[in-house]
């Protein structure tokens, strides 16, 4: 968890956009991974970002990669009470290393 | 239904038992992890095998114990365990270390 870091809480309005942030320290990390974690449940891979890559879209989320700031963002558009969850951030070297997580809660 | 698939779902045991955690992926991949989820903590990578041996072991006590017997299955034995390891323990998978892994659901764990 020390290797990557993110805020712990997130509160957004139905219908707005989402933006969780997380910077990581390993530069030779090749992937880096969103996961979601709804309740009860174990994690769920979202979505990832080759690291020459620095932005990703798919759907409503978009992935945006600052390598120089070693800065990674997820974007939800149209945020649906269904995104409430815990959203990690994790990189890959030798193994994952993920951060403590951001719990995203959607309010009517 | 993710492709990896973990039993029990819930467990309870007394601090004095010995039970076994299973882990079981379909895909094919060759890496296969062990995660520790507290309240309030980052999650903690346990064990890490890769091509059924074991490559890392976070400093974790050895009242945990692993086993691999093959790249589809892996367990986590439990013993004489402290009432600070109920957690929800997580099995996941992926094709190389280091590579997009798969989780399963998850083991809740309460030791009493």
């Known amino acids: 968890g020390e290797d990557v870091e993110q805020s712990l809480f997130l509160s957004v309005r139905e219908g707005d956009s989402s933006v969780i942030n997380c910077t990581y320290t390993d530069s030779s990390s090749t992937y880096l991974y969103w996961y979601k974690q709804e309740p009860g449940a174990g994690l769920q891979l979202l979505t990832y970002i080759f690291s020459n890559m620095d932005m990703k879209q798919d759907q409503r989320l978009t992935v945006l990669l600052n390598k120089k700031d070693k800065h990674l963002s997820l974007r939800i558009a149209d945020t649906q009470t269904g995104d409430s969850a815990i959203y990690f951030c994790a990189e890959s070297d030798y193994k994952l290393s993920f951060g403590a997580g951001t719990t995203v809660t959607v309010r009517a | 239904e993710t492709g990896v698939t973990q039993t029990p779902r819930h467990l309870v045991m007394g601090m004095t038992n010995k039970k076994s955690l299973k882990c079981e992926q379909h895909?094919?991949?060759?890496?296969m992890y062990w995660y520790k989820q507290s309240a309030k903590k980052p999650l903690e990578l346990m064990f890490v095998?890769?091509?059924?041996?074991?490559?890392e072991n976070n400093s974790v006590p050895s009242r945990f114990s692993p086993e691999c017997p093959n790249s589809s299955h892996l367990f986590l034995h439990l013993h004489t365990l402290q009432p600070e390891d109920s957690a929800l323990y997580l099995c996941?998978?992926?094709?190389?270390?280091?590579?997009?892994?798969?989780f399963g659901q998850g083991t809740r764990l309460t030791v009493v």
């Open positions: 895909l094919g991949h060759n890496a």
């Open positions: 996941a998978s992926s094709q190389g270390q280091g590579s997009g892994a798969f």
């Open positions: 095998y890769s091509l059924e041996e074991r490559v």
